[in-house]
């Protein structure tokens, strides 16, 4: 087969300090291969340093051939006439990536105009018709779409002049199992090589062809991507892997008490139905899983049941008081108040009663047990929220449910921007506020996440029917 | 449960924001810089004063319009008076004038803005509107219609400059605390069963009064300046006192025979202004959370 892209010694330093480092790889013509690793081991660098966008400061070393002819990333000038034509860029953010101001078409006829020709009609049909999206939405603006569809949009635009190399971070992380796939053929199609950088091992032990595993900058295994997640891959792989598995939710008290109940629950926006004759039933310990496609009324539901919204049907009983529910957030760095040192974040919920105030200094003792007690032992209790990393904020949030365990716990996508190691960590947290007995409703688009780490799962569909699957 | 042991064992690291903000300032290269010379600028106008011999207001008409000398080390103006007493008794008029405007302006803005915020409906749409009409007047042209009704003086001057800036701080003020309430961490605040007002005290104002505090230092530059403008056309401080911008308008008959009565009032404005940018500028990069390692 041909090599479409070949690296060979690949190096990026910042001021002398290497962040990746003798980097050897081929892309052959048709073939998918996934560059994995934890958070910080250099995959973004490594793109972006293919594609020339890392800043000046950046030293680059190496060698990079893109079908047979040297490439120099640092000259923006070559660079130019390649990215989009020979190589297309599927970025990692995709509300970042389309400009606010112009309707998503925009976007999409942004790689023809850029180099002054007509956007091709028929092409950008056919991409919408594969990505499944609804052409009449390209007249919407990006706050419009829901970041699947416009993470979809994105793969369309680097798809659009048909390059014989793709690179694409994260390309599938807002996309259920379905459109990941549908997205992953697509790139693989008319004889392209794509590289692509993903967290969703299941998905690329199954989509992908090889797999490359980074460490620190370097790349410490390469095996097929079918082999990735058994016990014949390369002892890197193994232990990547294996840090990554999640952890199974305590079991439930015998006598567990039932906490809350809803019965008929249902919601209307405007015209549409997002849920309909919801029964659930919710026991104190117990992790309910809620799934859905996105724009299903995932979110909308957990609002409902931590109180902060009424259903147009059905009732929840009983209401929890102020306080009796806490939130876990998408946005975990959003979550902490960026002023504030780590103990007092944490201690925040000690001080909802002005009369049962304690002092700063048990405040800081007790906050300094809850960081312990989800492995964030070693961290200064006096940092800010800005020095740490998203999975380290996430297990801040959910430290500061457990110094006084709330009843109901509604935690929306917690791990969606997580690492395989951090996602178990911080479902490893989660669990133990289950185990103080407060009861957990976890929205996530990962089947991993829903299908291990809940006891229940109640599905969300098109059918406006939740089906209950999978019970412990 | 948790438990109350191993806690405190916690060494408190010195970091920048637990040391106080003027530790913090000092860490900072403009911070210190901004931090030296204002300290050496309230020097003069507190000791000047007292340690320098000459009485500032008191003319000497044997001695007028003398170049800088061992006695009058900055030299005399057309009435014979010490240039370098003068600059000392001023200074209070000139940086203590500004200080005064920017608390009075931030303390109005900070509560208008806020309450607008918190209150909305009704409230806030007639406070911004009251905003809005403040902001289409020209500042400088509004302090002048101020000044026509109260007459010429300097607690006047500083009234008036006062009215004509606070609509901005408003303005601020609200649009931080509105961006504020949105964030994650404050509904995290309100549904762990905080109070409304605890929740506006915790979170809510030290992220608007940060904002506000970068934009008054920054903006005292800009005061000085105004104070200084205002008695260069006469309408702010008057006859005999000292006062930097006075000052710089009185020299400007002489300065072809005494340039150093126009350069010295002229450079003590310049480093008011610069050092107050450069507290700004500090203050920015301090209380700007992300930005922060």
């Not at chain 1, 087969?1 to 290497?18: D, E, I, K, S």
């Not at chain 1, 052959?28 to 291969?33: A, Y």
């Not at chain 1, 800081?364 to 904020?393: E, F, I, K, M, Y």
């Not at chain 1, 110094?403 to 960590?425: C, F, Y």
Request: hydrophobic share 50%.
């Amino acid at each position: 087969m041909t090599v479409v892209l070949q690296v060979t010694g690949l190096g990026v330093a910042y001021g002398g300090r290497p962040v990746v480092s003798d980097i050897s790889f081929t892309l052959r013509k048709g073939e998918v291969l996934a560059l994995i690793g934890a958070s910080g081991s250099g995959k973004t660098t490594l793109m972006r340093a293919l594609l020339g966008l890392l800043p000046p400061t950046a030293r680059i070393t190496g060698r990079v051939e893109i079908a047979g002819k040297v490439i120099d990333p640092t000259d923006r000038r070559a660079m130019r006439a390649l990215l989009g034509q020979a190589i297309g860029f599927v970025a990692q953010d995709p509300f970042a990536a389309c400009a606010p101001l112009s309707p998503v078409r925009n976007h999409i006829a942004e790689p023809w105009l850029a180099r002054g020709l007509t956007p091709d009609p028929a092409r950008i049909a056919a991409l919408m018709d594969q990505l499944r999206i609804d052409p009449a939405a390209l007249a919407l603006y990006p706050h419009q779409w829901s970041g699947g569809m416009l993470q979809r949009a994105s793969i369309a635009a680097a798809l659009a002049l048909d390059p014989q190399v793709l690179l694409a971070d994260e390309p599938s992380s807002a996309l259920d199992a379905d459109h990941a796939g549908r997205v992953i053929d697509l790139c693989r199609s008319a004889g392209r090589g794509t590289l692509i950088v993903s967290h969703d091992l299941a998905l690329m032990s199954a989509r992908a062809d090889r797999v490359i595993l980074l460490e620190t900058g370097r790349i410490v295994a390469e095996c097929m991507a079918c082999d990735s997640v058994t016990t014949t891959a390369p002892v890197h792989v193994r232990r990547f892997t294996s840090a990554a598995a999640l952890p199974l939710p305590p079991p439930i008290a015998a006598g567990a008490k039932p906490l809350m109940s809803a019965r008929g629950l249902g919601m209307r926006l405007g015209a549409r139905m997002l849920f309909d004759d919801l029964q659930i039933d919710l026991k104190a310990g117990e992790v309910l899983g809620v799934a859905g496609p996105s724009g299903s009324g995932k979110s909308t539901l957990l609002r409902v049941l931590s109180g902060r919204l009424a259903p147009t049907a059905g009732a929840v009983s009983p209401n929890l008081p102020a306080g009796a529910v806490m939130p876990i957030f998408q946005d975990a760095q959003g979550s902490l108040n960026p002023r504030w040192p780590l103990w007092r974040i944490v201690s925040e919920p000690l001080r909802t009663r002005w009369r049962d105030r304690l002092s700063g200094a048990a405040h800081r003792a007790l906050a300094v047990q809850a960081l312990v007690n989800v492995s964030l032992g070693h961290l200064s209790p006096d940092a800010r929220p800005g020095t740490l990393s998203t999975g380290q904020c996430q297990r801040i949030a959910i430290a500061r449910a457990l110094i006084r365990p709330p009843r109901l716990l509604v935690a929306d996508e917690p791990t969606s921007a997580l690492d395989p190691r951090q996602k178990a960590r911080v479902i490893a947290a989660l669990h133990r506020v289950a185990a103080t007995g407060s009861a957990i409703v976890l929205v996530s688009h990962d089947r991993a996440v829903l299908q291990t780490a809940c006891h229940r799962v109640i599905e969300l569909g098109d059918d406006r029917k939740p089906s209950i699957a999978g019970s412990f | 449960m948790i438990r109350l042991t191993a806690g405190g064992a916690w060494p408190r690291t010195r970091t920048a924001a637990s040391d106080g903000l003027l530790a913090a300032l000092w860490q900072h290269r403009q911070g210190r810089a901004g931090l030296l010379l204002m300290l050496a600028l309230v020097l003069l106008a507190v000791l000047g004063p007292a340690l320098l011999p000459h009485d500032p207001n008191l003319p000497n008409y044997a001695k007028t319009l003398a170049a800088p000398s061992a006695e009058h080390w900055l030299g005399t103006d057309a009435t014979g008076r010490d240039q370098l007493a003068r600059l000392a008794d001023g200074a209070h008029r000139s940086l203590g004038g500004a200080a005064l405007v920017m608390a009075l302006v931030f303390g109005v803005g900070l509560i208008v803005g806020v309450v607008a915020a918190v209150a909305g409906g009704l409230l806030d749409i007639v406070l911004m509107r009251i905003v809005d009409v403040m902001m289409a007047l020209p500042g400088l042209i509004f302090a002048f219609a101020v000044l026509g009704l109260l007459g010429p003086g300097y607690l006047n001057l500083l009234f008036a400059l006062a009215v004509a800036d606070w609509a901005y701080y408003a303005r601020l003020a609200r649009a931080t605390a509105l961006d504020a309430a949105a964030r994650p961490h404050v509904e995290a605040a309100r549904m762990m069963g905080r109070a409304p007002w605890q929740v506006l005290i915790a979170h809510i104002l030290p992220a608007v009064a940060w904002q506000l505090a970068v934009l008054a230092t920054l903006g005292m530059g800009g005061m000085i300046a105004a104070i200084s403008a205002f008695s260069f056309l006469g309408l702010g401080v008057q006859v005999p006192h000292a006062e930097w911008g006075a000052m710089l308008a009185d020299s400007r008959f002489y300065f072809t025979i005494a340039p150093w009565l126009l350069i010295a009032p002229a450079a003590l404005i310049f480093a008011a202004v610069l050092a107050s940018n450069q507290l700004g500028e500090a203050l920015r990069d301090i209380t700007t959370p992300e930005g922060r390692s």
